[in-house]
């Protein structure tokens, strides 16, 4: 179970050295923190409470209006990008990015790195 835990972190600590991204977390579907790299001073108990209900509030809709599957949620600021999207059945992967960030390169980065923590998540299930 260490094993898994430690590829969790080793992929938000690579995750948050993209460039554009200031810091990212897997937090799970119910709101808990599994591992983040958010800055001094953001409580990651509140980010991942915010970003659990911000993610399955826009699931709610995109099933309520009938537009398929919800991808992911951009919430946009003054000074940043809050970015939400799926990591399989039971996690999230939440990144925080600047404003004028590259949301592509972004984006690409944040896909494989879900995809990456769903295979851990799962093996974290199996075993």
Same mark, same amino acid.
């Given at each position: ?24 977390? #897997? ?5 808990? /923190? ?7 001073? /953001?409580?990651?108990?509140? #980010? ?7 993610? +399955? ?10 537009? +398929? ?34 949301? +592509? ?23």
């Amino acid at each position: 179970m260490t094993d898994l835990w430690g590829r969790l972190e080793e992929t938000i600590e690579e995750l948050s050295h993209v460039t554009d991204i200031k810091s990212a977390a #897997v937090v799970r579907r119910d709101g808990l /923190v599994v591992t983040h790299t958010l800055p001094e001073g /953001v409580d990651p108990k509140i #980010v991942a409470a915010m970003t659990a209900a911000i993610v +399955g509030t826009s699931e709610m809709a995109t099933i309520q209006l009938s537009q +398929g599957r919800f991808v992911r949620a951009i919430v946009e600021s003054d000074h940043g990008k809050l970015l939400s999207l799926g990591a399989g059945e039971e996690a999230l992967l939440v990144a925080l990015v600047y404003d004028d960030a590259n949301l +592509g390169l972004v984006l690409m980065a944040m896909e494989r790195a879900a995809k990456q923590v769903e295979r851990i998540m799962q093996e974290a299930v199996s075993a």
